[in-house]
């Protein structure tokens, strides 16, 4: 991704919140516009930072996850064969030893459980 592009199409007054919407130069539309808006709340995010073109960066910041994840969908929406094969999941039931899906590094979960 070499350029991001958004669009604040809103703001919400209850929550004051800014809606913006996100594209990429990999999504399919270059357009923010023909994408979802989320909601973003830069008082509460970045509430030291004042300088509204600093805020700006910020926001452009936190789209490129929104856009790369756009394109991700796009490209899964594109591959029949892919979406027909997590088709084909429903109504199995999997089952695994917990030793055998998570890295034995030393992780440690919510409960403070090390494995």
Known sequence: MNKIKFKINGYDEVSDSLLISFASDETQSQDPSDY???????????????????????????????ADQQRIKEEFKANPAKKEAYKALVGQVFEYNVADIISQTGTTYSNEVEV
């Open 36 to 66: 979802q808006s989320y909601a973003y709340q830069p008082m509460a995010m970045y509430p030291d930072v004042t300088d509204i073109n600093e805020i700006k960066k910020k926001l452009a910041q936190s789209g490129i996850y929104l």
